[in-house]
């Protein structure tokens, strides 16, 4: 059984990604070729903003929007301490002072009430101006944008979507990376929109941003003269094979892979609700399940578990084993564990069970007999 089964996706979809391959090694325009402008114009389509630029990877794609913001030293960046590096590494690479902020134990997203209080202790000291929540939607599952909006709001400050494991998430009619200020996602394998190699995008709602991180992907270059530099950028382009890839992998998240994986998860959920916490997904909230994640008694019990589930031939993963909080990087911080109780319960607990839009009725069936009997 596989955790993600990529080689399951390839197989349905062969015929258009093998013909979108061949289409691009014949025209041999391999660098942001015109599959790449097809697939930021869907991708803006799809998700209901104005403006989508695509880059070499999600990390970047988070650089690129604070970047565009001129965030850097002096401003404070908030996100969740229950999450892929990345989502705070990056604020810190641009000189930016990152406050990773405790999550909701039910969703596994960024806390509304903890990032208020993390938001007025840092104005209290007066060290850093509050600039940007980095809001993550962890799992597949949107933040609460509606309050975490309203708290940036009241503050002066940005919100940035982090929909890397987001893309084909809703809050109601409302579709991942259309929410804050700017989003952005990522294209690696295992995501919910993944390529065959690294990719990423940021989605932005005016023409200005658009034009601004068109020149920061491509060192800063002008828009008449692309020899007079006119601002430090990055080189961080998606590769034209990657965009014939995610053409027909869009049409297929869009077509069935949503629905395929909500039916998965509702399957789990209702046959593992009473064995052990089960992921919540708030009313009017859809998750595009990047993971599926349950929350066991104990870590001596979830590793316990693992061990057992792996001798079964059955992947489970641990994501994620520490908060950004405890990060090596982070050691010479005063991030005291008092303030992340949650995203430490989680750490201990999580397992996440395979996940994906090709799982059958018997795999699901078997990972939960499995399951049960390790319990
Ligand atoms: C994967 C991921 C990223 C980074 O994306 P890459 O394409 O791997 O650089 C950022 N944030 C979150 C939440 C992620 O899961």
New binding site residues.
Partial sequence: MQFHDLAAQYQALKKDIDAGIADVLSKGHFILGEQVTELENKLAADVGRKHCVCCA??????ELALMMWGIGEGDAVFTADF??F??AGTASRIGAELIPVDIDLDTFNICPDALEKAIERVEKEGRFKPAVVVA???FGQPAQYERIEAIAKAHGMRVLE?G??GYGGQIGSRHACSFGDAA?T???PA?PLGCYG???AVFVGSDEEDALLRSLRANGRGVQDKYDNQRIGMNSRLDTLQAAILLPKLKALREYEIDAVNAAAQKYTEALKDVVKTPVVLPGYVSSW?QYTVLLDSREQRDRVQQELKAQGIPTMVYYPRGVHEQTAYADRHFPDEWYPNTIEATNRVLALPMHPYLTDEDIQTVVTALKKAL
């Fill in positions: 990877n999600g990390t970047d794609a988070l999450t892929y990345a989502s993550v939607d962890l982090d890397a494991q952005t990522s294209f690696f995501k690294d990719g990423g990047a």
